[in-house]
């Protein structure tokens, strides 16, 4: 226990089937791009900003590495979580909850970066956060209105679905005020975790919104 507790509090490029992307490479630059282009889709959304200060990969070859139930609907959508959390993810896998959320016992992501900061342990303009970049099956998604907490799994179809022989549901959607939900933006349940496929750790710090990239480079803005 000492030595998992040890390695997760040390450098996160130490961290089993984790590895550090080089700045600068086509691979880093184009992750930074899909984060940051995922975070403007909201603007005004949030009164601050996420810049991308190191990218892991994750090759590890725990149950979340791989998809196992590919249907086509895949997503790649932010899991905000503090960073021991993100240590025992990476190396067990992602575990359903014991407390029950907004729609149920499942595992939640967001399509904002934005909103997944609010998951993390970071500190606003003092600590860096972690955020995990999955790749997420969700097969057919159930739209939700309103909570529905007492989910176990992915809801039911109606009868008149079942007799119409539809696909069962197999991840839930809670809709944002834009589409008639009561959520201040969207997210997305799954209630099996070999729908998720982990691929990179962002490492972000969360400033102003506004705030010029130079800004970190000239140290108008530094890690306390």
């Known amino acids: 226990m000492t030595l ?14 984790v590895t550090t992307v080089d700045k600068g490479s086509q691979e880093y630059e184009e992750k930074k791009d899909q984060f940051e282009a995922a975070a403007a889709a909201y603007p005004g959304m949030y009164p601050f900003w996420l810049q991308m200060q190191h990218l892991y990969r994750v090759e590890s070859t725990n149950s979340n590495n791989v998809l196992n139930n590919r249907t086509g609907n895949s997503r790649q959508l932010y899991h905000g979580t503090p960073k021991q959390a993100a240590f025992g993810i990476i190396t067990g896998g992602f575990r359903l909850p014991n407390k029950k959320g907004m729609f149920g016992r499942g595992i939640y992501f967001a399509d904002c970066p934005l909103k997944s900061w609010g998951y993390t342990d970071g500190s606003m303009w003092v600590r860096n956060a972690l955020i995990l970049m999955c790749s997420v099956d969700l097969g057919r998604s159930k739209h939700e209105k309103a909570a529905r907490n007492d989910l176990e799994q992915a809801p039911d179809r109606t009868f008149r679905q079942w007799l119409r022989g539809e696909e069962r549901y197999t991840s839930v959607v809670g809709d944002d005020k834009t589409s008639g939900g009561a959520l201040r933006l969207p997210e997305y349940v799954v209630y099996d975790t070999s729908r998720i496929q982990i691929e990179y750790i962002c490492e972000v710090k969360c400033v102003p919104a506004g705030t010029p990239e130079t800004a970190l480079q000239e140290g108008i803005i530094t890690n306390a």
Do not use: M, R
């Open 4 to 17: 998992s507790v040890n390695v997760a509090q040390g450098p996160i490029s130490s961290w089993p089937g």
